[in-house]
């Protein structure tokens, strides 16, 4: 370290180049990256793999970006110099947002992509305007130029025209072929500008991330803005206010690789044997002990989960292996947030945050996967804003918290504000849905001569439900949604308590506009009667408001045991089957006298039209 001089670490500096990827989904960000790896040998060929750094399980599986990822590549340009370059691949998808903004905030550049065939979507414009709040230098690439629906003057037109970019000079790329790609290299180095932090200044980085590791501890993601860190220095969290010595620093390239020091500008990891996880933030700042930062950097905007599910263990044994769970996961998934909450029906659990019902179902997975955690999640809900009769306020994240009728003043529910861009002939089944959906339009503008951008008010709770799976099949995949929240409005809203047995499961309950109550009380019980399986007594099903039974419908009881026999002769089928049957007996839970399967708590988000539409009509 003492032969490195300020003027070699200034040089290095200078050859520094941070950029993100963003984009709409499936427009080939990671295709883009991969890529990237490949022609810069930054992974030997042998090892080259499709969507290299998405590193989950689950990224691969559904082939989607959940983490953002920091890799450093080294690039020999064409002007005789070697170029360092931190790529920070981020996800699309709208519930992942915070990950882009996150990355953002550790970088200088984006290069924003957009699909050839597509042209500018929903997210396109989300994302890069998050970019351009960040005052990220953009740089338009123009992807699958391959496609023989692709029209790349047109989209460059969109880009000007709905953006605001200059796209004249954009690249134009097909990842699949790896056309452009040298030229995509040259414009990083030429377009994006080198990281300006002072080398000299107290150590400041931003913490954009960390993971838990077993054997090392936290592992910390970060970037530095000034000063230097090395392994042996005495760092201090600035939020938290706890201190740890380095044990080391590195950089992923695609995997670890140990470093002498990380300085301004480097966007890399730390250890320092941090096994309390409490004390490591997204967001904080590290700076020296022995020579302190005066202020911390600013750090992100805390996230407000969107919806909320009640996540219980299904052996109640679990419930301390699932609160570690939890604060593990949380340490990866800053908008992860959660409490503890009991239910009569289902013991003790946690009532958990989500960003949206992908972000979800990715975090139950991850539970169960990685932590090997066997779970009974109830349906999610949004937060919904209540007065009281005596003027309190609360915020209801449980319907079964919702209190009685005669007690409340107004009930509120929180709306959005919807851009759907869609092609013109799909327009009138767009404003339809929406209409179906209580929305409210807004107004409508023209991309170009056969798009359009249709914003429309809508309530959260029909949007994270099941609008976004509706939209796509009445539009066949052609519009793209974003939305940010617009605050709460007034609604008739009434709670719909469900009775097995005559005993009501508060896990069960949910919250309906009051215009919906009856059909969905009808539809979600003769769903239950699907789902619970028959025992040896009848049960009835009902679904009531308060003493107000509005559907009911009778489990009958079971004649034989049909659950033993497995009808087949292949042995992998079997076991395959024998497998699952375990796994769902795992996910059941004895609610009083009655056994009800996982899927059951899921029932609530059925609704009459899911029905129809799974009839074809
Ligand atoms: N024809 C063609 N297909 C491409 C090209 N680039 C990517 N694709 C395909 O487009 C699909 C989406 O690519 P990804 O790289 O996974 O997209 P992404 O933007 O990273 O998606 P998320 O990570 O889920 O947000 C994949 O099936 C790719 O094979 C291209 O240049 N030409």
């Known amino acids: 370290m003492a032969e490195i001089t300020l003027a070699a670490l200034q040089e290095r500096q200078k050859h520094i180049r941070n950029f993100s990827i963003v984009a709409h989904i499936d427009h080939g960000k990671s295709t883009i990256a991969d890529r990237i790896l490949e022609q810069t040998q930054t992974v030997a060929e042998r090892d080259m793999q499709n969507q290299l750094l998405d590193t989950m399980d689950l990224e691969r599986e559904r082939g989607i970006t959940i983490k953002l990822n920091a890799v450093e590549v080294h690039y020999k340009a064409n002007d005789g110099e070697t170029y360092i370059f931190h790529l920070i691949d981020t996800p699309g998808h709208v519930d992942f947002s915070y990950e882009v903004s996150r990355s953002l905030a550790a970088a200088e550049g984006a290069i924003l992509v957009v699909d050839a065939a597509q042209g500018v979507e929903a997210q396109t414009l989300a994302n890069v305007y998050l970019a351009i709040d960040n005052d990220l230098e953009i740089l338009p690439v123009i992807n699958k130029i391959d496609l023989p629906a692709a029209d790349p003057d047109k989209v460059k037109g969109e880009i000007e025209d709905v953006i605001g970019l200059d796209a004249s000079d954009a690249v134009l790329v097909s990842a699949k072929q790896g056309i452009g790609i040298p030229e995509l290299l040259e414009r990083i180095v030429s377009d994006f500008p080198a990281p300006d932090g002072d080398l000299e200044a107290p150590l400041r980085a931003l913490i954009f991330d960390s993971q838990y590791d077993a054997y090392r501890g936290v592992v910390v993601n970060l970037r530095v803005r000034e000063g230097i860190v090395k392994p042996g220095d005495r760092v201090k969290m600035m939020n938290t206010g706890a201190e740890y010595e380095v044990t080391e620093v590195g950089v992923m390239s695609p995997d670890a690789q140990k470093r002498d020091y990380l300085m301004a500008g480097d966007v890399g990891y730390l250890t320092a044997s941090i096994k309390d996880i409490q004390t490591t933030h997204s967001g904080d700042t590290v700076t020296l002990v022995d020579n302190p930062a005066d202020e911390p950097l600013p750090g ?42 009991t239910s009569q029906a289902l013991g003790f659990g946690y009532r958990v945050g989500f960003l949206g019902l992908l972000h979800m179902d990715v975090i139950q997975e991850r539970l169960e996967r990685e932590f090997d955690l066997d779970l009974v999640t109830t349906a999610p809900s949004v937060t919904y804003r209540v007065t009281t009769v005596d003027g309190e306020v609360l915020m209801i ?59 429309y008010y809508l309530p959260l709770s029909e949007i994270i439900f099941n609008f976004f799976d509706k939209l796509k099949s009445s539009t066949r995949g052609y519009a793209s949604l974003d939305y940010e929240i617009d605050g709460y409005r007034p609604a008739n809203l009434v709670k719909i308590d469900i009775l097995l047995n005559s005993e009501k499961v508060d896990a069960l309950s949910f919250i309906v506009h009051r215009d919906f109550a009856a059909e ?49 002769g292949d042995p992998d089928r079997r076991a395959k089957l024998l497998d699952k049957q375990k796994r769902g007996k795992a996910r059941m839970k004895a609610v009083g006298t009655v056994t009800v399967p996982q899927e059951a708590f899921m029932a609530v988000l059925q609704t009459d039209d899911d029905e129809k539409y799974a009839r074809g009509n």
Do not use: C, W
């Open 300 to 341: 992100y905007q805390p996230m407000t989960p969107m919806v909320y599910s009640g996540l219980y263990p299904s052996d109640n044994a679990k419930y301390g292996d699932l609160r570690e769970a939890l604060e593990k996961l949380q340490l990866n998934d800053a908008a992860l947030t959660f409490e503890p909450e």
């Open 520 to 568: 969905r009380g009808r539809v979600i019980t003769s769903k239950l009667k699907e789902i619970i399986p028959r025992q040896n007594f009848e049960i009835p099903v009902q679904a009531a408001i308060g003493n107000k039974i509005l559907a009911r419908t009778n489990i009958k009881a079971y004649r034989k045991d049909v659950t033993s026999k497995i009808h087949t």
């Open 397 to 455: 994240e449980n319907p079964s918290e919702l209190p009685e009728s005669q007690q409340i003043k107004l009930i509120e529910e929180p709306f959005i504000h919807g851009n759907i861009m869609v092609p013109n002939e799909y327009v009138g089944a767009v404003m339809e849905l929406a209409q179906r959906k209580r929305g409210e339009f807004d107004t409508m503008e023209y991309l170009d001569e056969n798009r359009v951008n249709v914003k």
